[in-house]
């Protein structure tokens, strides 16, 4: 699918996140079984998933047929960045046929003595033709993504990294400055837990929306209600 095609479907969207990495209850050693949560979201109107894993990558595609948003959680020594942060990452995604590759590129500590710009520009050489999304927590850092060549900015690292505030829902805020500066879309991703929260999302200037734990992280939601209750 050509990149204006793809922008023109996920445009005004929600897009569901289906992951599970090692540790969380849905993580199955075996096999992936996110391609149900995929099924779930495609039945319910996604238009994308966004997944993390080659395994879940393949599976989520061949069980959906959605364009999927692919990256990779690994955490190598000297690294604080560990969303798609080597290029191996990147290759493996590229054959799995992940429609887009999601990047970290926060001002985290590379391991590889590397800036974000550099490796941007040696993933867009390999890669001419790959759509390119930014996972970043800041204004400067998504200003930096857009200059450097990336074709998409999610605000999915806010919060998350050590220099951002923690914030108990969305950074519309980030959002809002994002979209009135760059010519590409901004998604919104982040804390994104109410359908309320997804508009508000959109009314700040998201092009799309990426919602994953308050769809598909069954431990996270239920915790949410036991907390609401026994601090009643």
Known sequence: MRKEEL???IKGKVIVSCQAVPGEPLY???KSIMYLMARA???AGTPAIRTSS???VIAIKEET???VIGLVKV???GFESYITPTMKEVDDLAAAGSDIIALDCTN???GDGKTIREFIAEVRQKYPEAVLMADISTYEEGVNAWKSGMDIVGTTMSGYTSYTPKLDGPDYELVRKLSETLDIPVIGEGRVHSPEQAVEMLKAGAFAVVVGGAITRPLEIAQRFIKAVESR
């Open 7 to 9: 922008f023109e479907k």
């Open 65 to 67: 047929g959605l364009p």
């Open 41 to 43: 979201a495609k039945q």
């Open 28 to 30: 199955v050693e075996e």
């Open 108 to 110: 985290q500590k590379r």
């Open 75 to 77: 955490q190598y020594e």
């Open 54 to 56: 080659i395994r879940d």
